[in-house]
């Protein structure tokens, strides 16, 4: 019987650790983890030191791997794959990582604004999204995996990013042309940070972009590139992501879009994709993105595109 608050029912746990309720099911069944007890009335509710591990295991899905891998380990071999996951030499950070680390640790919302407005006059926001923010992700997930950072502390980073780069974004759009490219992220992929850091750099090149954000239903993201005339879609995909699903539901977006439009897709869970439907073009990372409107080098040929370029 439970009587005390060291137990969680699956509400909470879905909502601490963004793992879905039916996930959770399916690993208990596939896997045998977690093993939830029952309360008086029958349902579900899981011990504290399940939800902790649930949470490292979210981290870690969120780094690429497999909960087919991670779920069957034992504590001490979760411990040492966390460990072979930090580069060598990542305490060697930059003044301004650090910095910003230090903010985060005391919620100083104005000093992390202050040094990421620093560094983005410094640097433009191609070089400022590359050699600023990836870093400061990096950090921020090493941290987390290790436990030495919180959810909160990484969620408070987190919406500063968005809200500075929508800002900057915003400002750069006002000159962008074509080519138009439509982002969004199909539903179940709630990751939107890679999204919006494809808008930013995208946005440094002078490209028009709408930003649809998470979870838009495919024939909606047809219909939208109907109404909007795109040249081109953007879809990320985060290591949490169904890889199984991934090559079907490119297809099926494939299908509902015209042949002139371009797909572009990115992110962890396309970084081993292989066999792209035609029309298709991975980025492995946003450093491989062109510096300049050379976009239109994975644009279909001029006269099959929807749009002038």
Known sequence: MIENNSFFPIGVVERDTGIGRDTLRVWERRYGFPRPVRN??????????????????????DRGMRPGKLLPLSEDALDELEASLLPEGSEQLNKTVEAVLDAIRTADAGQVEALLRRQYEKRGMREFVLETVIPLLQAVGERWISGRLQIFQEHFLSEQLIRFLNSEIAILQKNAGRPLVLLATLPGEEHTLGLLMLAAMLSSSGVSIINLGGEVPMDQIGSAVKQFQADAVGITFSGAYPYQTIRPHLNELRELIADDVAIWTGGEGVRTLRKLPTGVTKFTSLEKLPASVEVQNVLPPPGKASGAI
């Open 40 to 61: 008086p009335k029958g349902e579900r509710c899981y011990p504290e030191d399940q939800l902790r591990r649930l949470q490292r295991t979210r981290r870690l899905l």
